[in-house]
């Protein structure tokens, strides 16, 4: 057994007193740690238990509900247009096709793409480009327009057939305004805008502006508004968000996507897209604004609601802030006709089977005033039959069609066809809206010629010619004339046939002369 002095005992029972204090101070942190930690989890269990609590006493203010309860609209609100609905021209001028359409496309846009033009051939021209060229003027460049919208009525498998005249299906009018070659080289170096080294769009920007705000402010949109997407057909296509007038397909603004960036709200491009057309400044309060589900929301109703503009779409169960309560709700079982609706304040949630379920969100509308549709039962046989509908359901089928009209009137005379650069694409769009919203006022003024009776008035203005023309006379002295003695010493430099252009040492024989032909038919 070991034996130790005082002096180590002491020094043993001083260091074990040491150990001991430095052991209890790391049990009371230890402690102390433990202690924050249930602190923390206390407190994180209250906030969920209160979420919980709060979500629990909204379930069953949401319910859904059945076509057979009563739904109150919220109160409609007023109608007051900054200007009277319709045409904003005086009704004592005479308006021709020519004239409402130099107000979408004025000569002061053509006179600014002609000072562009001749400045891009310039350009082309001193890097070696060599073709003819003379600087192009107004009332050229409106003839250069009026031949695409011939194009675009007239349509020909490629552009050199229209100034083809040995095919089957010549044409002689397009050579009667302009050359081929004149044609193609104004096509080649058509410009609108010099380079901008911030504006995506800096080519086509002062022609989209101008056509934007002529579509503002020649026509007042009536109530019913339709917002929506089109296409450009380009490789990789441009997408333009639209506002459109839903009873005859005026286009009243429309906005070009070039990225996320340009709408900066951080509350979605569907939504800042819809803001942006729906100026209340120019249109005024009170309008209906119809969209798909790519738009609707409840944060861009309740916007809008407040803005004094209501509005009417369908919608995405995935979108925020929509209900997801699944009592009593739809189901693949549910039968045709059924109706669920939870109102939330202004708005009201609906949804409703058919040959599958509909959701539709609204503003405007009561969920449900007794509407009905027709359908046609085959299970049984053929026979019609009536189904509930929900009143919103009924408005949007109603007033939704006005974008599809919109792009109906644009398709039948498109001016677009086949060509590499961007921004012609663009500018031939922006023509088709010209001419199409020219129309729509033409129609709302006098409402006496169709659509393709005003484009044929058009292109006879614009080109500046007389739209009865009388057609090209064969000349009576190429008649071959039988028993006519050939000059036996003629030489190869005569005078070329003036209808045929064949150049051939050989005369032309009676009855086989294809001028001649031409001649009798």
């Not at 004025?106 to 003379?134: D, F, I």
């Not at 549910?334 to 939330?344: A, H, K, L, Y």
Request: include cysteine; glycine fraction near 4%.
């Amino acid at each position: 057994m070991a034996r130790y002095t005082g002096e180590e005992a002491l020094r043993m029972v001083l260091d074990s007193d040491e150990e001991f204090n430095l052991s209890s101070e790391e049990e009371r942190d230890s402690h102390d740690e433990r202690l924050h930690f249930e602190d923390r989890c206390r407190k994180n269990g209250a906030k969920q238990s209160a979420a919980k609590r709060a979500k629990a006493n909204k379930q069953p203010t949401l319910s859904w509900k059945t076509e057979t309860d009563v739904d109150m609209a919220p109160q409609a609100l007023r109608f007051l247009p900054t200007h009277e609905p319709g045409p904003q021209l005086r009704p004592c001028e005479a308006h021709t096709p020519m004239s409402l359409f130099k107000m979408f496309f004025p000569e002061a846009s053509v006179s600014t793409l002609c000072r562009n033009t001749n400045a891009q051939a310039a350009k082309a021209r001193t890097k070696g480009c060599k073709y003819k060229w003379t600087d192009v003027s107004i009332s050229e460049l409106y003839h250069y327009i009026g031949l695409l919208f011939y194009m675009a009525m007239v349509k020909l498998r490629s552009i050199r057939y229209y100034w083809c005249q040995d095919t089957l299906f010549s044409v002689a009018f397009p050579a009667t305004v302009m050359s081929r070659d004149r044609y193609r080289t104004i096509s080649w170096n058509l410009h609108e805008s010099p380079r901008s080294e911030h504006d995506r769009l800096f080519r086509v920007r002062p022609l989209m502006d101008t056509i934007r705000h002529a579509c503002k402010t020649i026509y007042h949109p009536r109530q019913n508004l339709v917002v929506d997407e089109r296409m450009v057909p380009t490789r990789w296509g441009f997408k333009l968000f639209v506002l459109a007038d839903s009873s005859n397909g005026y286009t009243a603004d429309f906005a070009v996507y070039t990225g996320k960036n340009n709408f900066p709200t951080g509350h979605g491009l569907s939504y800042d897209a819809v803001m942006s057309l729906l100026d209340r400044t120019v249109l005024g309060s009170g309008y209906h604004v119809y969209m798909d589900n790519f738009y609707t929301s409840p944060k861009l109703l309740t916007d809008l609601f407040t803005l004094k503009f209501g509005s009417c779409g369908t919608y995405r169960d995935n979108r925020k802030d929509c209900p997801r309560n699944a009592a009593n709700a739809l189901t693949k079982k549910s039968v045709r006709g059924s109706i669920r609706w939870i109102r939330d304040g202004h708005l009201v949630f609906v949804k409703w089977m058919d040959t599958r379920e509909v959701s539709v969100c609204s503003t405007i509308h009561a969920a449900h005033t007794g509407d009905t549709v027709q359908r046609v039962k085959t299970q049984n046989g053929w026979r019609t039959k009536s189904f509930p509908c929900p009143a919103p359901v009924t408005a949007y089928n109603q007033h939704m069609g006005g974008v599809d009209l919109s792009d109906q009137l644009l398709q039948y005379y498109t001016t677009q066809h086949k060509t590499m650069k961007w921004y012609r694409k663009l500018f031939l769009h922006f023509l088709d809206i010209a001419a199409t919203n020219a129309y729509i006022v033409h129609r709302e003024l006098y409402g006496t010629m169709s659509h393709k009776e005003f484009m044929e008035e058009l292109i006879t203005e614009l080109c500046d010619v007389s739209q009865k023309m009388t057609p090209n006379q064969t000349s009576v002295g190429h008649v071959p004339i039988p028993g006519a003695e050939q000059a036996s010493d003629a030489t190869a430099g005569r005078r070329i046939c003036m209808l045929c252009k064949a150049k051939s040492p050989k005369s032309c024989e009676p009855m086989f002369c294809l001028c001649f032909m031409v001649l009798f038919q």
